[in-house]
């Protein structure tokens, strides 16, 4: 009786661990995650394959904090937003516009998501990760993981509606937060990106 209670501990330890790695795709520990949340496509529904991505921009501070808890700290971050637009504007304004108003793809910039999940930052991640219906391929061969928390950060800044509807946002950022507006003076693009951003030695 000892010995088959032994084994089934060992063998839900043994498909855990599978299971963290596999959705992962990364050794966890060696990032300093002490936890896993569980990332799948926004389509499928299939765990993620983060090996997929590149290797660079997987060890940052803000990659290290998503994958434990789901949260995107660049969110807000005045110095990351400089990066991230410019990341925002090679990368995703041909098809959802400059301000994230809408073009091709849907637009991205008020409380409305194709995909509800959107709302929070790793449902947001998963569809820019693994990519959406239509034209929205997967991203990963495009963007370091880095790369895509800094893009959500820009896509969040340019949220244009009531922020009690920003869930991303923590209680301060939110009582702060001012709805974006085109027209007035705002963030401009930067190729630099700092090291509290992801850059050397971040």
Known sequence: MKKKIFT??????????????????????????????????????????????????????????????????????????????????????????????????????DSYWTYPKNETDQGLFETIFGGAQGQMGPMYGALNMNEMLLVMAWVRHLYKDDPKGAVWLTDEQRSQFKPFDASAKHIEPAEELPEACGGPAG
Request: charged residues 20%; contains cysteine; proline residues 4%.
């Open 8 to 109: 089934r501990k060992a063998a839900a330890l043994l498909v855990a661990g599978a299971l963290g790695a596999g959705v992962a795709g990364l050794d966890l520990a060696s990032l300093g995650a002490r936890a896993a949340i569980m990332l799948t496509n926004t389509v499928t529904g299939q765990p993620l394959e983060l090996s997929e991505a590149p290797e660079e921009g997987r060890d940052t501070k803000a990659v290290k904090t998503f994958l434990e808890t789901g949260v995107n700290i660049y969110n807000e971050n005045l110095a990351c937003l400089p990066k991230a637009h410019e990341l925002f504007l090679s990368m995703c304004s041909g098809c959802h516009g400059h301000y994230a108003e809408g073009k091709i793809g849907p637009g991205l910039n």
